[in-house]
């Protein structure tokens, strides 16, 4: 058990080198539109920001996904990379259908990364918010109504 706990450990710590990554390019990326003064308040601009933004962010996701496949496999959970990625994707996400599961020998690691999941999906939803926020900071549309409501109050 305490193998397994320090295998999920390590995954984790993994797993947020990823996101921190996948974060980092986020935050280059709006900081380098924002300096160039390319970003626009426009709705299609603001689409972009945003579809890249979770662009990014899922393939972090899948890589993270992947890298708790690529360690059930192996330790001979799966015999196939396509089985152990859908298995790793299922504890990710927290759904635990039950139709794939692993040996009694591992089960805690399927654990570890739910609540490994449950963490990134949350560093995930902060960064979301976080350049919504800002976008819609320097948005005039937005700061005209915003200001319309506080002065009607």
Same mark, same amino acid.
């Given at each position: 058990?305490?193998?397994?706990?320090?295998?999920?450990?390590?995954?984790?710590?993994?797993?947020?080198?990823?996101?921190? /990554?996948?974060? @980092?390019? !986020?935050?280059?990326?709006?900081?380098?539109?924002?300096?160039? $003064? *390319?970003?626009? !308040?426009?709705? @299609? $601009?603001?689409?972009?920001?945003?579809?890249? /933004? %979770?662009?990014?962010?899922?393939?972090?996701?899948?890589?993270?996904?992947? *890298?708790? &496949?690529?360690?059930?496999?192996?330790?001979?959970?799966?015999?196939?990379?396509?089985?152990?990625?859908?298995? =790793? *994707?299922?504890?990710? #996400?927290?759904?635990?259908?039950? $139709? !794939?599961? %692993?040996?009694?020998?591992?089960?805690?690691?399927?654990?570890?990364? &739910?609540?490994?999941?449950?963490?990134?999906?949350?560093? *995930?939803?902060?960064?979301?918010?976080?350049? %919504?926020? &800002? #976008?819609? =900071?320097?948005?005039? &549309?937005?700061?005209?109504?915003?200001?319309? !409501?506080?002065?009607? $109050?």
């Amino acid at each position: 058990m305490l193998a397994n706990f320090v295998l999920g450990i390590l995954m984790m710590i993994i797993n947020l080198g990823i996101q921190v /990554v996948a974060i @980092t390019l !986020i935050l280059r990326y709006f900081q380098r539109r924002v300096e160039r $003064d *390319t970003y626009s !308040i426009g709705f @299609t $601009d603001n689409v972009l920001m945003l579809s890249t /933004v %979770m662009g990014v962010l899922i393939v972090g996701h899948g890589f993270m996904f992947a *890298t708790w &496949a690529l360690l059930f496999q192996w330790l001979g959970e799966f015999s196939d990379f396509e089985s152990a990625f859908y298995h =790793s *994707t299922v504890n990710f #996400t927290s759904l635990g259908y039950g $139709d !794939i599961v %692993m040996s009694p020998k591992h089960r805690l690691l399927g654990a570890l990364e &739910a609540a490994n999941g449950v963490l990134m999906f949350g560093l *995930t939803a902060g960064s979301v918010l976080s350049v %919504m926020n &800002a #976008t819609f =900071s320097n948005n005039k &549309a937005f700061q005209s109504l915003k200001n319309h !409501i506080n002065s009607s $109050d």
